[in-house]
């Protein structure tokens, strides 16, 4: 299937209508997962391509539904925002995700990077920075080991509240990186405008890149552009050596994907890090 973030969106929220009319217990069931324990949270390394150690990692959501089966976050979370329960979710995940970042910190990692997911519904609230503030007081967690990533789309949607508050949440000490990079539109203007830290280009054109001279071309000039502009560059979706080897020749800074880790719950993660860092 191809894919395009935007699509995607819009493909997922009509699915998930028709389901929601099939199902009246899935807004309950979601509102109970919460209580009943049912989320949690995998994790996905992201590695430095020049040092090859790894500096983050993305907090990926999962529902384990007595319902359901594993429901993709991609199926729940346009439910989810459409009906509010985006709230309490996020609260959670972020929460989890801080808890967890300090007991690696406290073991051997001390300067990993945790990534958080932010969903448009979240970052246009009023209270957004007030929210991850509150947060960051309840955990204690270091601002400087938090990194939100908000979509093209999201930030597109309304360029002063996003100015605005990004600029709130970079003043509390945190990174910010544009996901889901060059499915959008007016991307230029997002770099120029935007206090951010970090662009995610899209999987799409990682997919593509070894078979694709238009792809290959997007993700050469992606990464030119923000490096001349300050910003550092993360490619998601990699999944072989040969876009591995074509990031390192683009001077991409970091890499995410398959090929270097599969989101794994928290315990798999500390295995592997702590493998990893021994070769
Ligand atoms: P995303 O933020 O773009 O996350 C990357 C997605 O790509 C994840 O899917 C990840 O498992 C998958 N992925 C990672 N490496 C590879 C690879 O090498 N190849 C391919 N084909 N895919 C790869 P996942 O976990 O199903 O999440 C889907 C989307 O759901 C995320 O896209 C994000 O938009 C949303 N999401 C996930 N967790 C959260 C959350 O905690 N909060 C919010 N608001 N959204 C979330
Ligand atoms: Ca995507
Ligand atoms: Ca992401
Ligand atoms: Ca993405």
Partial sequence: AKESGRNQMIVYTEELSSKVKQNYNLSTNLRKAIERNEFSLHYQPQV??????????????????????????GEFIPYAEESGLIVPISKWVLKEACLQLMKWQAQRFPTLVMSVNISAQQFRSAGFSKWIK??????????NLLCLEITETTAIQDMEHSVQMLKEIVHLGLYIAIDDFGTGYSSLVLLKRLPIHMVKIDKSFIRDMSGDQDDAAI?????????????????????????????????????????????????????YIQSYSKD
């Fill in 48 to 73: 430095d391509l020049r040092s090859g150690s790894v500096i983050g990692v993305e907090a990926l959501i999962r529902w384990n539904s007595p319902e359901y089966g594993m429901v993709p976050p």
């Fill in 134 to 143: 509150s947060v960051l007081d309840e955990t204690g967690v270091d601002p």
């Fill in 219 to 271: 993700v050469k000039a992606v990464i030119a552009m923000s490096h001349s502009l300050g910003l550092s560059v993360i490619a998601e979706g990699v999944e072989g050596r040969e876009q591995l080897e074509q990031l390192k020749t683009l001077e991409c800074d970091y890499i995410q994907g398959y090929y270097l880790g599969k989101p794994m719950p928290s315990d798999a993660f500390t295995a």
